[in-house]
């Protein structure tokens, strides 16, 4: 028989444990504080070290943040907040594999035009009224390559607002981060900024005639940069 020694745990493990399943059971609900570290200390009978190791453990999940100073406090549960917990790991993933790029513009590419056909479908004038607000913003700021790229990541989000299910504005907006330093070369060529303009300007026009299929289509047009008025400018691959 093949041994099968048995694994000895630290103890930051046990008390990991412990806090998260008093935290799935509703024990210590979301937005409610953890005990000081001194009572847990007491409350499990372990030292500090064991204690902040968990802690951490909680925080880097995402369950917990901690503050200096405040006691340790259950997270509200959000997409944006789930988003922002796997940032890093998406952005090391962009720079050292050389398919994740790609990998990430067909991913953006499947969700935005069919983000785009919800849009038409559920469009209100209000909606519409924002989302040429937005395209004025981004027209404001078409000197400034920085804040011009900021508001592009605005009337994407947008558009993914109007679909109603507030998952896919995070997403939205947590694919534009990663990617970010990928479009700042893109919105520094000259010329560029008027044409995402008008190709925003296309995507709104189709929302506004409840267009499901123009909408896509022109969301297509404008992440892909297809048409030869693009290559002509920018002689670049886009991952926009």
Same mark, same amino acid.
């Given at each position: 028989m093949a041994a099968e020694p048995i694994q000895r745990r630290r103890l930051f493990e046990d008390v990991l444990e412990r806090l998260t399943e008093r935290i799935r059971s509703g024990e210590i609900p979301?937005?409610?504080q953890l005990p000081a570290e001194r009572d847990l200390m007491e409350y499990y009978a372990v030292g500090?070290?064991?204690i902040r190791e968990a802690l951490q453990s909680l925080e880097r999940a995402g369950i917990i943040e901690i503050a200096h100073g405040e006691r340790a406090r259950v997270v509200i549960p959000?997409? &944006? #907040?789930?988003m922002r917990q796997i940032g890093a790991g998406a952005q090391h993933l962009l720079r050292s594999s050389p398919n994740s790029l790609a990998h990430l513009k067909d991913a953006r590419l499947f969700l935005e035009c069919g983000l785009a056909r919800l849009?038409?479908?559920n469009a209100t004038e209000r909606d519409i009224e924002i989302l040429q607000t937005r395209i004025e913003d981004q027209r404001a700021a078409t000197s400034n390559p920085e804040e011009f790229l900021t508001r592009d990541m605005a009337f994407h989000r947008e558009v993914a607002r109007i679909s109603g299910n507030p998952i896919f504005p995070a997403i939205v907006q947590a694919l534009f981060e990663w990617a970010r330093e990928y479009y700042r070369g893109i919105v520094r060529a000259p010329g560029v900024e008027n044409l995402t303009?008008? &190709? #925003?300007q296309r995507v709104v026009d189709a929302i506004a005639k409840h267009d499901g299929e123009a909408a896509?289509?022109?969301m297509q047009d404008h992440l892909t940069r297809a048409n030869a008025l693009y290559k002509a400018i920018s002689g670049t691959v886009d991952i926009s």
């Open positions: 979301p937005g409610e500090r070290p064991a959000t997409a &944006e #907040h789930l849009a038409a479908a303009l008008e &190709e #925003h896509a289509k022109a």
